[in-house]
């Protein structure tokens, strides 16, 4: 009762004169419908900016995150040094998929063989160890100017 004695008080203070008693009833419950319309979408728009903001906010995250396999100290290392976040991952979870050169055909065949995603990564990420051919000279000078093991794959 004393919303509708508030929203009268609005109308008459705004110079809205109302007609009727009756018609004046339906008006007041118009507009109070109106108004608790009104507020509900306002409510739900200023949740729907909070759960956008969050959702951007951890979408900002993970763009600038390095993933690393828990055991991987290197990569941790190195994520940590140019300043990124990290993410560890579950060692099971990356089981099914395995990081490859772009120019490494053979790791890429082997993938696709052994029916793995590959993760494209550059030779720095590849850890302590780089696949090479025996017969490529080529990639096993830059595996020992980087001092890195060479795993052959031939």
Known sequence: MLSRMLVAVVLISAGLAVPAVEAGD???????????????????????????????????????????????????????EQGKNVVVVDTAASADTMKCVATDGDCLKRAKELRKKVELVDEEELGDTMRCAATDAACLKRAKSMGKKVELID
């Open 26 to 80: 339906g008006l007041f419950d118009r507009l109070m419908d109106r108004a608790t319309e009104s507020a509900k979408r306002k409510a739900q728009d200023r949740v729907d900016q909070h759960i956008d903001q969050t959702i951007d906010k951890a979408i900002n995250k993970t763009e600038d995150a390095v993933k690393c396999v828990a055991t991987d100290q290197e990569c941790m290392r190195r994520a940590k």
